[in-house]
C-alpha cells in the first residue's frame, strides 16, 4: 500500500524563522515527488517536482530538496503569507495518473 | 486567464437528495480528476477521465458518478447523499498521461454541506 506521512502535522513560526517540513514515503520505484501548497477554502497549488536523489528546487523562499526516503521542504525567513497547508504526493504504484497525497502540514507564520 | 472553475462554489443538500456538481476548464487539458478531502485529510481520488477513459478507483462508492461530456466540463453526481459525504470536493485537471499527469491544476472547490 502506498503511504506518504508528512510531518509535523501543524508548525508554528515566527517571521524569519526557518524551518523544515518532511515527507517520508514508502512507495517502490518513485516516479517522482510534488510539493503542493493549499490555502484554506481553495485547492492545492503545484509548486515542484523532485525525480531523482540528490535533487533540489527552489522558489522564492522555498526549497525542496529529496533523498531515497524523503523530502524536506525549507521555508527560509518566512513571511506571513506562506501560511498555508503544504501537501506532498507521489504516484500511486499501480502506474495510473492516480497521486497518492499526505494528509499535510499546516504553516502558520506569525508577523 | 487559463483555468479551472468549479461550480458552485458552496452546495447544501439534503440527505437522500441527488447533488451534481460541475467542473469547468479552459486549459484543454486531456485529464480531468475528482478528489474528496475532508478536514485535515488528504485529498483522496475518486476517479479520473483520460479524455473520454473513464477510471474509477476501486474504492469509491457506488453512489458516486461521473460524466465528462466533452474536454471541457467534468461533473460529479451523487445519488443518494449521506451525512458522511459532506466534504470539499475538488476538481483537477493535467495535461496527459506519464509525468505530466503528476502536475495538477485545481480548481476552487466546492463545499458540500448535507443536512
Known amino acids: 500500500e502506498d503511504q506518504v506521512t508528512q510531518s509535523p502535522e501543524a508548525l508554528r513560526l515566527q517571521e524569519g524563522e526557518s524551518s523544515s517540513l518532511n515527507c517520508s514515503y514508502t512507495?517502490?520505484?518513485?516516479?517522482?515527488l510534488f510539493w503542493y501548497r493549499q490555502d484554506p477554502g481553495k485547492g492545492p497549488e503545484f509548486l515542484f517536482t523532485l525525480y531523482s536523489a540528490g535533487e533540489e528546487k527552489e522558489k522564492e523562499r522555498l526549497k525542496a530538496t529529496l533523498t531515497k526516503k524523503e523530502s524536506f521542504l525549507h521555508i527560509t525567513a518566512p513571511k506571513p503569507e506562506d501560511s498555508a497547508t503544504y501537501l506532498c504526493a507521489v504516484p500511486s504504484e499501480g502506474g495510473s495518473e492516480k497521486l497518492v497525497f499526505g494528509k499535510g502540514t499546516k504553516l502558520t507564520v506569525n508577523p | 486567464d487559463a483555468m479551472v472553475i468549479q461550480n458552485p462554489r458552496y452546495q447544501v443538500t439534503q440527505f437522500g437528495k441527488p447533488v451534481t456538481l460541475s467542473c469547468s476548464q479552459t486549459l484543454n487539458h486531456n485529464v480531468m480528476y475528482w478528489y474528496q478531502q475532508k478536514s485535515s485529510q488528504a485529498p483522496k481520488l475518486l476517479f479520473h477521465?483520460?479524455?473520454?477513459?473513464?477510471?474509477n478507483e476501486a474504492d469509491t462508492p457506488d453512489n458516486f458518478q461521473s460524466r465528462r461530456p466533452n474536454t471541457s466540463f467534468c461533473f460529479l453526481d451523487i445519488r443518494s447523499p449521506g451525512l458522511g459525504d459532506a466534504a470539499m470536493y475538488l476538481c483537477?485537471?493535467?495535461?496527459?498521461?506519464?509525468?505530466?499527469?503528476?502536475?495538477?491544476?485545481f480548481g476552487p472547490g466546492t463545499r458540500l454541506t448535507v443536512t
Open positions: 512507495v517502490s520505484g518513485l516516479r517522482g
Open positions: 483537477a485537471t493535467s495535461r496527459d498521461r506519464g509525468n505530466r499527469a503528476y502536475e495538477q491544476y
Open positions: 477521465y483520460y479524455d473520454k477513459d473513464f477510471n
